[in-house]
C-alpha cells in the first residue's frame, strides 16, 4: 500500500490573548498599550514620603499605597520598554537582552491589567503578585549586563553605559516601591519579620539607621571570608575614624551593598598587593574608613593599600563602571561572562543584595533544603561578575548621593561615598 | 635653527611708541604673525649632555632665539584680540606694553656665536625674565577691574591659554639661563631646568616648613607634617614647579586645619578637643612613569556651595564672601605690592598690604616662590595654577572635599624621563 501523503496546511498563526509572546507578529500592533503608559509621567518619590506616608498605617491608607504602586509600576515598566525598543535591533534580539525584554513585557502585560484592589484581601493576593513578578526578574542584573556587554560592539559606550544604567535604576525604584508596600501590608497585619527592630523602621526604611554598625557589620561578615581552598584567610584590620556614631534615616540595603563591595574590593586587593614571602601569614597594611556627618550628607570614605588602579587597560576609576568593552576590556574576558551566563541561569539569580553573598551557614536559617542552595551561595561569593562597584553607584545614586573612586596609583585606592541624610531629595529616575 | 617668522616680518613690528590705542590702531601687526608659534616639545628640554658642552650652549641659545619671537607674538596677538574696552584698562595695556617691549628686544638680538656673545644674552634674557616677572598680578587686576565687560567664562579661557604659554616661555628662557650657567658649576643630576632625582620628600620638607612658620606666626598655631608611602620616591621634575604646587597646596591644608581646630577651640569643651591641630597628611606613590601623592587634611573640608568655584580665577568673588567661605573661599586679590611699576616689591612692601590673615598668606608665599616663578601666588589663584602646574606635563589635579571633616588633593606629575612627546 503506498502511503498517503498528508496535505500540508498552512495558516497564519492565531494571535493569543494577554500574554502574547514578544516574537508573535502582532506584538507590533500592541504596542499601543505600552505607548499609553509610556506617555504618562512617573511620579519620582523622596525617602521623607515614604516614611511619612507609612507612619500612621491603616486599611484605608494600606488600599490606597496598593492601588498607587498597581498604577505607578506599569508606567516605569513602559518607559524602560520604550528604552529597550528604541535599541538596534540587533542587540535586543540577542539571547540574553531578550530574555529581558520578554521578562519586562509580560510584567507589564500583567500589571496593568490586574484589577483595582478594594480589601484586605485583594491586598494579600497583590502582595503576593509582586513577589511572584520580583522574583521572577532576580536574574535580570546579571543577564542584562552580560548582554549588553555581548552587544557593546554595536553600541556608543556613551549610550550603552546610559541605557543600563536607566534600566537599573528603575528596577531598584520598582523594587522599593514593591518591597515597601509588601513590608508596610505585613507590619499592619502584625506579621514583622523576623529580627527586625520595630521602633525604628518603617517599611523597608530605617529611621535611625547607624551606620557605624552597618560598617563593622559588613567587616565582620568579610572577615569570615573563606578562600577559594575553603581554608580562612589573613584580612587587613579595618580602622574606622570621624564621626563614628552617625545616625540617619535610610534604607539599609542601600547603605550596606555599597560598603560591602568596597571593602571586598579592598580586602582583596590588599592582599593581592601584599603577598607573603614563602608560607607566612602576610602582614597587610589596614583600611582606614572615615565617617563623616555632614550638614546634608553622610560620607563614607574608604582608603585602602591595594596599589590603586595600575592596570593598562583601564584609564581612569569611572572605567570600571562601565559596562561597555571599549572602556573595560574585562567585560568580555571570556571567564567574565562565563561566570555572568551561570550566575543569569540560577534561579536565584543575583540581586546585588549582601545577603546573597553569605553562605548559609552564617544567615542561622537551617533550611538547606533545596539542592544547590549552598554552591549557589558559594559560588556567588567568589565569582567576579564585576557587577559590584557599577550596582553600588547606582544604589548610591538612587537617591542622589554619589560613588567616586580616585586612585594613587602604586599606592591604593580611596573611595568616597555619599548619601543625603535629610530624605528630601527625589528618586533619581527618568520621568 | 630659525623660526618661521623672518626677522624682517617681526622687524616690520613699528618702534617703540606710546601705547595709546590710536598708537596700536595705526601698526596693525603683520599677517606673518598669524603663524602659530615654532612648537618646542619636551624631548629637547631633556637631550642636554653631560656635562653641558660649549657647543650644546650655542646650540640652545640658537634654539632659544627661534623659538621666543613666536610665543611673545602670539601673546601679543591674544592681547589685541580683546575687546576694546578691556584693551585700554591701564593694567591690560601695561602688560600689552612689556610684551611689545620683549618682542621689539628680542628681535634686535643677533645671532649668538661664542660663549663671550652668550654671557651677554644670558643677561639680557634674565633682564626680560625679570621684566615678566609679574605679569599675573597686573592681569589680575586688569580682569578684575574688567569684570562687567568680559563673561568669566571669556576670561577663564584667556588666562588658563596665557599662563599656560606663560609657563612654557619662562621654561625656555630659564633652560638656557640654567644650561649657561652649568657650563661654569656643573651640578649633577641638573640638566637644565630639569633635575633627574627630584626628591618629593624634602621638597615637601622644605615648603612646609616656610607654611609652618607663616601659619604659626599668623594664626597661633599650626598643624604637623606626616610623610608616608613610597617616600623615598624620586622623580625627573622641575624643582620650582614642584615647590609652587606643593606650598599652595600646603598652605591651603595648614590655614584650613589651623582655622577649622581654632574655631571649635571656641565651640567645644577642652576635654573634646584635640590638644593641638592633626597633622596634614602627604601619601607618596611611585609608579614607571608617574609620581602620585595626596594631601590629606582635617580643616574642615569645603562646603558645597563654594565647590564649583574654588577652581575659577579669583575675580567673580565679592569682598564680603571671605568670612562665609572659609579657608577656602576666593581669596581676594592681593599682591598689592608687585602691582606698583619698576623694581620687585621689598619684603616690607607686602607687609604694609597686609592686615588680615588671609592678605598675609596671600602675599607671603610670593617671597619665596619669586625666585622661580615671579609673583604668581597670593591672588587667590593659588588652585588654577597648581592645576596649571601639574597638567602641563600631563599630570593631573584633583581635589576632593568631605564638608565637616577635611580634604584630600591628589596631584599625578609625569616623570620627565618617561617623557611624553608633550609641546611646551
Same mark, same amino acid.
Not at chain 2, 585700554?88 to 649668538?112: H, T
Given at each position: 500500500?503506498?502511503?498517503?501523503?498528508?496535505?500540508?496546511?498552512?495558516?497564519?498563526?492565531?494571535?493569543?490573548?494577554?500574554?502574547?509572546?514578544?516574537?508573535?507578529?502582532?506584538?507590533?500592533?500592541?504596542?499601543?498599550?505600552?505607548?499609553?503608559?509610556?506617555?504618562?509621567?512617573?511620579?519620582?518619590?523622596?525617602?521623607?514620603?515614604?516614611?511619612?506616608?507609612?507612619?500612621?498605617?491603616?486599611?484605608?491608607?494600606?488600599?490606597?499605597?496598593?492601588?498607587?504602586?498597581?498604577?505607578?509600576?506599569?508606567?516605569?515598566?513602559?518607559?524602560?520598554?520604550?528604552?529597550?525598543?528604541?535599541?538596534?535591533?540587533?542587540?535586543?534580539?540577542?539571547?540574553?537582552?531578550?530574555?529581558?525584554?520578554?521578562?519586562?513585557?509580560?510584567?507589564?502585560?500583567?500589571?496593568?491589567?490586574?484589577?483595582?484592589?478594594?480589601?484586605?484581601?485583594?491586598?494579600?493576593?497583590?502582595?503576593?503578585?509582586?513577589?511572584?513578578?520580583?522574583?521572577?526578574?532576580?536574574?535580570?542584573?546579571?543577564?542584562?549586563?552580560?548582554?549588553?556587554?555581548?552587544?557593546?560592539?554595536?553600541?556608543?559606550?556613551?549610550?550603552?553605559?546610559?541605557?543600563?544604567?536607566?534600566?537599573?535604576?528603575?528596577?531598584?525604584?520598582?523594587?522599593?516601591?514593591?518591597?515597601?508596600?509588601?513590608?508596610?501590608?505585613?507590619?499592619?497585619?502584625?506579621?514583622?519579620?523576623?529580627?527586625?527592630?520595630?521602633?525604628?523602621?518603617?517599611?523597608?526604611?530605617?529611621?535611625?539607621?547607624?551606620?557605624?554598625?552597618?560598617?563593622?557589620?559588613?567587616?565582620?561578615?568579610?572577615?569570615?571570608?573563606?578562600?577559594?581552598?575553603?581554608?580562612?584567610?589573613?584580612?587587613?584590620?579595618?580602622?574606622?575614624?570621624?564621626?563614628?556614631?552617625?545616625?540617619?534615616?535610610?534604607?539599609?540595603?542601600?547603605?550596606?551593598?555599597?560598603?560591602?563591595?568596597?571593602?571586598?574590593?579592598?580586602?582583596?586587593?590588599?592582599?593581592?598587593?601584599?603577598?607573603?614571602?614563602?608560607?607566612?601569614?602576610?602582614?597587610?597594611?589596614?583600611?582606614?574608613?572615615?565617617?563623616?556627618?555632614?550638614?546634608?550628607?553622610?560620607?563614607?570614605?574608604?582608603?585602602?593599600?591595594?596599589?590603586?588602579?595600575?592596570?593598562?587597560?583601564?584609564?581612569?576609576?569611572?572605567?570600571?563602571?562601565?559596562?561597555?568593552?571599549?572602556?573595560?576590556?574585562?567585560?568580555?574576558?571570556?571567564?567574565?561572562?562565563?561566570?555572568?551566563?551561570?550566575?543569569?541561569?540560577?534561579?536565584?539569580?543575583?540581586?546585588?543584595?549582601?545577603?546573597?553573598?553569605?553562605?548559609?551557614?552564617?544567615?542561622?536559617?537551617?533550611?538547606?533544603?533545596?539542592?544547590?542552595?549552598?554552591?549557589?551561595?558559594?559560588?556567588?561569593?567568589?565569582?567576579?561578575?564585576?557587577?559590584?562597584?557599577?550596582?553600588?553607584?547606582?544604589?548610591?545614586?538612587?537617591?542622589?548621593?554619589?560613588?567616586?573612586?580616585?586612585?594613587?596609583?602604586?599606592?591604593?585606592?580611596?573611595?568616597?561615598?555619599?548619601?543625603?541624610?535629610?530624605?528630601?531629595?527625589?528618586?533619581?529616575?527618568?520621568? | 635653527?630659525?623660526?618661521?617668522?623672518?626677522?624682517?616680518?617681526?622687524?616690520?613690528?613699528?618702534?617703540?611708541?606710546?601705547?595709546?590705542?590710536?598708537?596700536?590702531?595705526?601698526?596693525?601687526?603683520?599677517?606673518?604673525?598669524?603663524?602659530?608659534?615654532?612648537?618646542?616639545?619636551?624631548?629637547?628640554?631633556?637631550?642636554?649632555?653631560?656635562?653641558?658642552?660649549?657647543?650644546?650652549?650655542?646650540?640652545?641659545?640658537?634654539?632659544?632665539?627661534?623659538?621666543?619671537?613666536?610665543?611673545?607674538?602670539?601673546?601679543?596677538?591674544?592681547?589685541?584680540?580683546?575687546?576694546?574696552?578691556?584693551?585700554?584698562?591701564?593694567?591690560?595695556?601695561?602688560?600689552?606694553?612689556?610684551?611689545?617691549?620683549?618682542?621689539?628686544?628680542?628681535?634686535?638680538?643677533?645671532?649668538?656665536?661664542?660663549?663671550?656673545?652668550?654671557?651677554?644674552?644670558?643677561?639680557?634674557?634674565?633682564?626680560?625674565?625679570?621684566?615678566?616677572?609679574?605679569?599675573?598680578?597686573?592681569?589680575?587686576?586688569?580682569?578684575?577691574?574688567?569684570?562687567?565687560?568680559? @563673561?568669566?567664562?571669556?576670561?577663564?579661557? *584667556? =588666562?588658563?591659554?596665557? &599662563? %599656560?604659554? $606663560?609657563? #612654557?616661555?619662562?621654561?625656555?628662557?630659564?633652560?638656557?639661563?640654567?644650561?649657561?650657567?652649568?657650563?661654569?658649576?656643573?651640578?649633577?643630576?641638573?640638566?637644565?631646568?630639569?633635575?633627574?632625582?627630584?626628591?618629593?620628600?624634602?621638597?615637601?620638607?622644605?615648603?612646609?616648613?616656610?607654611?609652618?612658620?607663616?601659619?604659626?606666626?599668623?594664626?597661633?598655631?599650626?598643624?604637623?607634617?606626616?610623610?608616608?608611602?613610597?617616600?623615598?620616591?624620586?622623580?625627573?621634575?622641575?624643582?620650582?614647579?614642584?615647590?609652587?604646587?606643593?606650598?599652595?597646596?600646603?598652605?591651603?591644608?595648614?590655614?584650613?586645619?589651623?582655622?577649622?581646630?581654632?574655631?571649635?577651640?571656641?565651640?567645644?569643651?577642652?576635654?573634646?578637643?584635640?590638644?593641638?591641630?592633626?597633622?596634614?597628611?602627604? @601619601?607618596?606613590?611611585?609608579?614607571?612613569? *608617574? =609620581?602620585?601623592?595626596? &594631601? %590629606?587634611? $582635617?580643616? #574642615?573640608?569645603?562646603?558645597?556651595?563654594?565647590?564649583?568655584?574654588?577652581?575659577?580665577?579669583?575675580?567673580?568673588?565679592?569682598?564680603?564672601?571671605?568670612?562665609?567661605?572659609?579657608?577656602?573661599?576666593?581669596?581676594?586679590?592681593?599682591?598689592?605690592?608687585?602691582?606698583?611699576?619698576?623694581?620687585?616689591?621689598?619684603?616690607?612692601?607686602?607687609?604694609?598690604?597686609?592686615?588680615?590673615?588671609?592678605?598675609?598668606?596671600?602675599?607671603?608665599?610670593?617671597?619665596?616662590?619669586?625666585?622661580?616663578?615671579?609673583?604668581?601666588?597670593?591672588?587667590?589663584?593659588?588652585?588654577?595654577?597648581?592645576?596649571?602646574?601639574?597638567?602641563?606635563?600631563?599630570?593631573?589635579?584633583?581635589?576632593?572635599?568631605?564638608?565637616?571633616?577635611?580634604?584630600?588633593?591628589?596631584?599625578?606629575?609625569?616623570?620627565?624621563?618617561?617623557?611624553?612627546?608633550?609641546?611646551?
Amino acid at each position: 500500500m503506498r502511503p498517503t501523503r498528508r496535505a500540508l496546511t498552512f495558516s497564519l498563526p492565531q494571535p493569543t490573548p494577554s500574554t502574547s509572546s514578544t516574537r508573535a507578529p502582532t506584538h507590533f500592533y500592541r504596542n499601543r498599550q505600552l505607548e499609553l503608559y509610556a506617555s504618562k509621567k512617573s511620579k519620582p518619590l523622596s525617602l521623607r514620603q515614604l516614611i511619612f506616608f507609612g507612619r500612621s498605617m491603616n486599611e484605608e491608607r494600606l488600599i490606597k499605597s496598593a492601588n498607587y504602586v498597581r498604577t505607578e509600576l506599569p508606567v516605569r515598566l513602559a518607559h524602560r520598554i520604550r528604552d529597550l525598543q528604541t535599541l538596534p535591533f540587533v542587540v535586543v534580539r540577542q539571547e540574553q537582552v531578550a530574555k529581558v525584554y520578554e521578562l519586562y513585557w509580560s510584567a507589564f502585560e500583567r500589571t496593568r491589567s490586574y484589577p483595582p484592589i478594594h480589601t484586605r484581601a485583594d491586598n494579600d493576593r497583590f502582595c503576593g503578585f509582586l513577589q511572584t513578578i520580583l522574583d521572577e526578574h532576580a536574574s535580570v542584573i546579571p543577564t542584562l549586563s552580560l548582554g549588553f556587554s555581548l552587544s557593546s560592539q554595536h553600541l556608543d559606550p556613551e549610550l550603552l553605559d546610559t541605557v543600563l544604567r536607566r534600566m537599573l535604576v528603575s528596577r531598584i525604584s520598582r523594587r522599593v516601591l514593591a518591597q515597601h508596600h509588601v513590608a508596610l501590608s505585613a507590619s499592619l497585619a502584625g506579621r514583622e519579620p523576623p529580627g527586625s527592630e520595630k521602633a525604628d523602621h518603617v517599611g523597608i526604611i530605617s529611621t535611625n539607621l547607624d551606620a557605624g554598625e552597618c560598617i563593622r557589620h559588613c567587616v565582620e561578615l568579610l572577615r569570615q571570608r573563606r578562600g577559594a581552598d575553603g581554608q580562612g584567610r589573613v584580612w587587613p584590620e579595618v580602622h574606622i575614624d570621624g564621626d563614628r556614631d552617625t545616625k540617619f534615616a535610610y534604607i539599609r540595603e542601600h547603605l550596606e551593598y555599597p560598603i560591602f563591595e568596597l571593602l571586598k574590593n579592598s580586602f582583596r586587593f590588599t592582599r593581592l598587593a601584599h603577598p607573603s614571602p614563602g608560607s607566612s601569614p602576610p602582614t597587610l597594611p589596614p583600611v582606614q574608613v572615615t565617617l563623616v556627618n555632614s550638614p546634608t550628607d553622610v560620607h563614607i570614605r574608604i582608603s585602602d593599600q591595594g596599589g590603586g588602579l595600575t592596570s593598562a587597560d583601564i584609564n581612569s576609576p569611572s572605567d570600571l563602571y562601565s559596562f561597555s568593552h571599549l572602556r573595560n576590556k574585562a567585560r568580555l574576558a571570556s571567564d567574565r561572562l562565563a561566570a555572568l551566563k551561570q550566575a543569569a541561569s540560577r534561579r536565584h539569580g543575583v540581586m546585588a543584595t549582601v545577603k546573597e553573598q553569605l553562605a548559609p551557614a552564617a544567615d542561622g536559617d537551617g533550611s538547606g533544603g533545596e539542592t544547590g542552595v549552598e554552591e549557589d551561595a558559594e559560588l556567588a561569593s567568589r565569582t567576579h561578575l564585576g557587577i559590584g562597584l557599577p550596582m553600588s553607584k547606582i544604589y548610591a545614586e538612587y537617591f542622589r548621593g554619589g560613588l567616586h573612586l580616585v586612585s594613587l596609583d602604586g599606592y591604593g585606592l580611596d573611595a568616597y561615598l555619599r548619601l543625603p541624610k535629610l530624605g528630601t531629595m527625589l528618586e533619581d529616575i527618568e520621568v | 635653527m630659525r623660526s618661521l617668522l623672518s626677522r624682517s616680518a617681526l622687524l616690520a613690528l613699528p618702534a617703540r611708541t606710546p601705547y595709546a590705542p590710536a598708537a596700536a590702531a595705526a601698526a596693525p601687526t603683520p599677517t606673518r604673525m598669524a603663524l602659530p608659534p615654532a612648537p618646542l616639545r619636551l624631548p629637547s628640554l631633556l637631550d642636554v649632555p653631560h656635562p653641558v658642552t660649549p657647543q650644546y650652549v650655542l646650540h640652545s641659545a640658537a634654539l632659544t632665539l627661534s623659538a621666543l619671537p613666536p610665543r611673545m607674538a602670539a601673546r601679543i596677538r591674544a592681547l589685541e584680540s580683546l575687546p576694546y574696552i578691556v584693551g585700554v584698562n591701564p593694567f591690560i595695556s601695561r602688560l600689552y606694553g612689556i610684551y611689545k617691549d620683549s618682542l621689539d628686544a628680542l628681535v634686535r638680538e643677533q645671532p649668538v656665536r661664542s660663549l663671550d656673545e652668550n654671557e651677554g644674552f644670558v643677561r639680557r634674557l634674565q633682564g626680560l625674565v625679570e621684566s615678566h616677572a609679574n605679569d599675573i598680578p597686573i592681569m589680575a587686576k586688569g580682569f578684575q577691574e574688567c569684570k562687567r565687560y568680559m @563673561t568669566p567664562t571669556a576670561v577663564s579661557a *584667556f =588666562l588658563d591659554s596665557a &599662563i %599656560r604659554s $606663560r609657563i #612654557g616661555t619662562r621654561l625656555i628662557g630659564e633652560q638656557h639661563i640654567a644650561l649657561s650657567r652649568s657650563l661654569a658649576h656643573h651640578t649633577p643630576g641638573q640638566a637644565g631646568v630639569v633635575q633627574r632625582n627630584c626628591s618629593p620628600k624634602e621638597m615637601i620638607r622644605h615648603c612646609a616648613g616656610f607654611v609652618h612658620e607663616l601659619c604659626e606666626s599668623t594664626l597661633g598655631v599650626a598643624p604637623g607634617l606626616v610623610v608616608d608611602g613610597m617616600d623615598d620616591a624620586t622623580f625627573a621634575y622641575i624643582p620650582t614647579h614642584l615647590e609652587y604646587i606643593l606650598t599652595e597646596l600646603l598652605k591651603n591644608s595648614y590655614r584650613a586645619t589651623a582655622e577649622h581646630w581654632l574655631a571649635n577651640a571656641s565651640r567645644v569643651p577642652a576635654s573634646v578637643l584635640p590638644p593641638s591641630p592633626p597633622p596634614v597628611t602627604v @601619601t607618596l606613590s611611585r609608579t614607571r612613569d *608617574f =609620581l602620585s601623592l595626596r &594631601i %590629606r587634611d $582635617r580643616g #574642615g573640608g569645603i562646603s558645597p556651595a563654594h565647590l564649583g568655584s574654588i577652581f575659577s580665577y579669583a575675580f567673580t568673588t565679592a569682598a564680603g564672601d571671605e568670612a562665609d567661605g572659609g579657608p577656602y573661599a576666593l581669596q581676594h586679590v592681593g599682591g598689592q605690592a608687585a602691582l606698583d611699576a619698576g623694581p620687585p616689591a621689598s619684603a616690607s612692601a607686602p607687609a604694609a598690604s597686609a592686615s588680615t590673615p588671609a592678605a598675609v598668606f596671600s602675599d607671603i608665599s610670593s617671597t619665596v616662590i619669586r625666585s622661580g616663578l615671579g609673583t604668581i601666588a597670593g591672588l587667590g589663584y593659588g588652585l588654577p595654577l597648581a592645576r596649571l602646574y601639574a597638567t602641563y606635563f600631563g599630570g593631573n589635579l584633583e581635589l576632593v572635599s568631605l564638608y565637616g571633616h577635611g580634604t584630600d588633593v591628589f596631584v599625578k606629575l609625569r616623570s620627565l624621563e618617561r617623557g611624553a612627546d608633550v609641546e611646551l
